[in-house]
């Protein structure tokens, strides 16, 4: 299993550019959420799935956009790129263990940088 | 609301036991979670207990958690260089149903040889 994949893993945006960071996941797991870490910071979660089909906002939604057509599949959109969303963007996925915890797995991340 | 808190920095010799604080807000929170970021990575599992125990050891790992005052801590026994990246407390909000988990800022792990 190659785990939780992230593309690209560094992007460098003008103002107003906008991209998609593509996120694929080979567990079969029906979780899935995207993070943002700001310098010094702890992850905020801006968007998350509990399946395919099924989006919802986590606490930093704006500027933003997901989809969900596939179980292994969680591309996260931004289409007027700003200066305030230079961060490193996770991915993750996860499943609810027989004991009832729920195991997230991290992608490796991608840098983004918004001049 | 949801608030997880933890020091930036703790240095420690290697040898040494480190010692990682954390406290949370949340009262329904029903795991506790430690990862660590090595640099230029992403975020590692490396333990969780459940909120109705006080205490799970496993290897150099021990987590202590004090419900009563919201405190969880991560020690690590025995301290290596290789222990040296950024551990994460984070509780899950497991009553929104969305099962995400809320993080800490942080604290860095630097270990001196």
């Known amino acids: 299993n190659a785990g939780v994949t992230q593309t690209p893993k560094f992007r460098i945006l003008k103002i107003g550019q906008s991209m998609t960071l593509q996120c694929t996941q080979d567990m079969n797991h029906n979780y899935m959420y995207w993070y943002r870490q700001d310098p010094g910071m702890g992850l905020k979660l801006i968007y998350y799935?509990?399946?395919?089909?099924?989006?919802d906002k986590g606490e930093v939604p704006n500027g933003y956009n997901v989809s969900r057509s596939t179980t292994e599949d969680f591309p996260l959109r931004l289409e007027l790129a700003a200066p305030s969303q230079t961060s490193v963007y996770f991915c993750a996925s996860s499943y609810r263990s027989t004991r009832g915890t729920d195991t997230q797995y991290f992608g490796p991340g991608t840098r983004l940088t918004v001049l | 609301g949801e608030d997880v808190e933890q020091s930036l920095f703790l240095s420690v010799r290697e040898g040494d036991s480190s010692v990682i604080n954390c406290t949370y807000t949340d009262s329904s929170s029903t795991y506790l979670y430690w990862y660590k970021q090595e640099p230029g990575a992403g975020l590692q599992l490396l333990t969780y207990i459940f909120s109705n125990m006080d205490m799970k050891q496993d290897q150099r790992l021990t987590v202590l958690l004090n419900k009563k005052d919201k405190h969880l801590s991560l020690r690590i026994a025995d301290t290596q260089t290789g222990d040296s990246a950024i551990y994460f407390c984070a509780e899950s909000m497991e009553d929104t149903g969305r099962r995400a988990l809320t993080f800490g800022s942080g604290t860095r792990l630097q270990v001196q040889p």
């Open positions: 799935s509990v399946g395919a089909g099924i989006t």
